[in-house]
Each structure stands twice: as structure tokens, then as C-alpha cells.
T-cell receptor
């Protein structure tokens, strides 16, 4: 059983929005924050933000002040990340990952990634 | 936000050799919230080290790490074929950040 399963790849036009899902299984959902990290082609890792599954509270990088929304549906153990006003610079693999809410640990499990291509 | 700078950008070594990777932080890292990840091509990152020097579950003891405040090091004692990959350091906590990565390539 794969702990974090993400939605499939998407191609979007510039200016559009995209929503990526991340379904958790095999562990107590409320024990771990869900983080979102992206990786542009051939580039490094960029942290986008996290959501607290206990409360729905979120915190995101200042680089995404108005363009990212993180939500969750606790009934199906699924977190969502929506990015708006897409540009070619948003072309990347988007990963969900987790860390413990109790001991503020590193990211021990990662999803397989979702490729988002922004192109006209 | 803490800025992490990794060096070198690329390390060219042979299997069996020792690799030493550096990660420098723009300010002191509190509570030892420093981790290392390995990323193989086409794969998500894998956690190697957390809390500066603790190996994650299932990580072999050829991986070791240490450091404090602003200077941290990851050492791979004898490179195996699967270790030729990109390595990232990370500060975790309320606002995590990553270094830009060090690529370990076959010489």
C-alpha cells in the first residue's frame, strides 16, 4: 500500500489553474502534516507550503502569496494543492510529502510526483 | 527563511571512493532541524539523514553526517552504484527550505 498517491499529469494553458491531489493511506492521517514541494525540469526542490490535517490550517512560502491554495477532504484522506494564474515558470513536478505533527521531523515519505506542464 | 548553499555543485568520483558534501546555512539552524535527501533520476527524493546526524530507517551505515549551527556535512564512505545521484540538504520546521543540490557523478 503506497502511503501517498498523487493525481496524474496535466497540461494547462498560461493563465489557467490546476489542482493536484494527494491521497493518504496506511497511516493515521492526522498524525502528519502534508507538504507540497515542486521541482522544475533539471532544477532543485522548492517548498510551497503545508496543511495541518487536524485543523486545516495552512502556511505557504512567501513566493506563493496569492497563487496557492491548500485544502483537504478528511473524509477521503486527500489533500489538494491548487495553483492559479499559471505561467511557463510553473512547469514542474509537484510532490506531496509529509512530516510528523508531534516531533516536527523531516519528510519521510514522498508521493511519486505529478507533472504539470504549462504551455500554449 | 534560511538560505542553504551546497558545494560542490558536482562531484566526480569512482565507485568505492569516499564522498564529502557540504551544506552551509545563512543563519544558525535551530533545534538540529537539518536533513539530507538523495534523489535518483526520475524518482522522488529519499530521506537519508534527519536531525543533523540520525540515519533514517533502512539507510545503510556508509552514510554519515554531522555539523552544527551553519556548517553541515554528509559523507558517503564507499560509493555504491545507486549512490550516484543528486543530494539535497534541507532545513525543516515552520518554513522549510532546500539547498540547490550536489550531483555525485561517475568519474
Amino acid at each position: 500500500q503506497v502511503p501517498l498517491v498523487q493525481s496524474g499529469p496535466e497540461v494547462k494553458n498560461p493563465g489557467a489553474s490546476v489542482r493536484v491531489s494527494c491521497k493518504s493511506s496506511g497511516y493515521t492521517y492526522t498524525d502528519y502534516y502534508i507538504h507540497w514541494v515542486r521541482q522544475a525540469p533539471g532544477q532543485g526542490l522548492e517548498w510551497l507550503g503545508w496543511i495541518d490535517p487536524r485543523s486545516g490550517d495552512t502556511h505557504h512560502s512567501k513566493n506563493f502569496l496569492d497563487s496557492i491554495t491548500m485544502t483537504m477532504d478528511t473524509s477521503i484522506y486527500t489533500a489538494y494543492m491548487e495553483l492559479t494564474r499559471l505561467t511557463s515558470g510553473d512547469t514542474a513536478i509537484y510532490y506531496c510529502t509529509r512530516n510528523s505533527v508531534s516531533i516536527l521531523d523531516a519528510f519521510d515519505i514522498w508521493g511519486e510526483g505529478t507533472l504539470i506542464i504549462v504551455s500554449s | 527563511e534560511i538560505v542553504l548553499t551546497q558545494s560542490p555543485g558536482t562531484l566526480s568520483l569512482s565507485p568505492g571512493e569516499r564522498a564529502t558534501l557540504s551544506c552551509k546555512a545563512s543563519e544558525s539552524v535551530t533545534s538540529n532541524y537539518l536533513a539530507w535527501y538523495r534523489q535518483r533520476p526520475g524518482q522522488p527524493p529519499t530521506l537519508l539523514i534527519y536531525a543533523v546526524s540520525a540515519r533514517a530507517a533502512g539507510i545503510p551505515d556508509r552514510f554519515s553526517a554531522g555539523g552544527s549551527r551553519t556548517d553541515f556535512t554528509l559523507t558517503i564512505s564507499r560509493l555504491e552504484p545507486e549512490d550516484f545521484a543528486v543530494y539535497f540538504c534541507q532545513v525543516y520546521g515552520y518554513s522549510p527550505s532546500f539547498g540547490q543540490g550536489t550531483k555525485v557523478e561517475i568519474k
